[in-house]
């Protein structure tokens, strides 16, 4: 099979387009800034991305509180992630890009590879947002060219990072190349210490616990910590007892900073675990910029680079994957 685009479907009423070749499958929503809705692993039938068992999509609406609309599926948050104000204006929960709608282009359309851009513009912030879409022919990754460019005349501080949820089923393994890890001080009552070194953290009991052994769906516990001083830039999610994974490749001078937000029953009766690389720490912007850990783009300038989103077949543990997708 060569790889095939579709655009006539809709999904719960939205546009919905969809990107298959012999291996995956990809539904994309433009209506929510080019939500990657769907991954679809066809040699198993299996649906990758975590989906809301209770929330229907619904139309967003710029400004809203992200959880309250947080159906499912891999979005971006820029230029924020919570709330905040910034230079006296009121940046929205979970930054601007779920919310609003991307214009998209097909760039390139035939047997061998489709690429589709996304293009969308900020109303609070001076920026525009592209984001590449490709999948070629024979191959299980998806290939993702990110464009970010500060159209203001005075320089954007933001951070930004991608937001993949996963679902969580016994057994499943976390694999981060991660030196430190800190814990979020608003989740700190998870763990018994702030700040330690990945994967090994103290309990209050006094115990140790692995975080790359995912808990139980039902375990009761809620995570929301930082990995930090990455090695390497990629991330990934094993689920031994299907022989299937999930991971990413990046820019780690870029996506500096892997944060993982997991809920096993722990909040609204929900199990996911979401992996976010991302450019800065903490999640409070302004926290970020007075910290030093923002990032800056100057008036006029841009930011570009590569993500990678492969499955993992075969691979119980992983040491390492390449900006290719090859899983070691």
């Known amino acids: 099979m060569t790889v095939r685009f579709d655009p006539r479907w809709t999904y719960q009423g939205f546009e919905a387009l969809i ?19 769907s ?7 299996r649906e990758m991305l975590w989906h809301h068992p209770r929330m229907p999509l619904r139309p967003p609406v710029h ?18 992630d919570a709330p905040v104000v910034i230079d006296g ?15 998209w282009e097909l760039v390139d359309c035939s047997a061998a ?4 851009r996304f293009t969308l513009h900020g109303f609070v912030t001076a920026s525009r947002y592209e984001k590449t879409l490709t999948l070629n022919d024979g191959e299980a990754t998806l290939r993702l060219r990110y464009r970010l460019t500060n159209v203001g005349p005075t320089p954007l501080d933001f951070v ?3 937001h993949a949820p996963l679902p969580v089923h016994p057994g499943a393994r976390l694999h981060l190349p ?27 009991d006094g115990g140790v616990s692995d975080l790359r052994d995912i808990p139980e769906p039902d375990a009761g516990r809620l995570h929301f910590y930082y990995g930090l001083d990455l090695t390497a830039g990629w991330a990934a999610v094993t689920y031994p007892d299907e022989d299937v994974g999930f991971g990413l490749a990046f820019d780690p001078a870029i996506l500096q900073t892997v944060w993982i937000f997991a809920t096993f029953n722990g909040w609204r009766g929900l199990s996911t675990l ?35 989103a492969a499955i993992i077949g075969g691979h119980h543990d992983v040491a390492a994957i390449s900006r290719d997708g090859d899983v070691t």
């Not at 070749?21 to 209506?31: H, M, S």
Request: some cysteine.
């Open 160 to 162: 930004w990072k991608l």
């Open 178 to 204: 991660a030196r430190t890890v800190l814990v979020d001080p608003a989740f700190a009552g998870a763990f018994g210490s702030a700040s330690f070194a990945w994967p090994y953290a103290p309990r209050e």
């Open 89 to 103: 204006e009121a940046y929205p929960d979970h930054g601007e890009v779920w919310s609003l709608r991307a214009d």
């Open 39 to 45: 991954i679809v692993d066809k040699a198993r039938d």
């Open 113 to 116: 590879a489709v690429s589709i």
């Open 274 to 308: 979401i992996l976010e690389p991302c450019t800065g720490y903490p999640y409070e912007l302004d926290k970020a910029i007075a910290a030093g850990t923002a990032t800056r783009l100057e008036a006029g300038a841009t930011l570009e680079t590569d993500v990678v």
């Open 63 to 80: 400004g809203a509180t992200y959880d309250n609309w947080f159906a499912g599926g891999w979005d971006e948050l820029f230029p924020n």
């Open 19 to 37: 990107l298959e070749n012999d291996q995956l499958r990809f539904v994309v929503l433009p209506d929510f800034g080019g939500r990657i809705w």
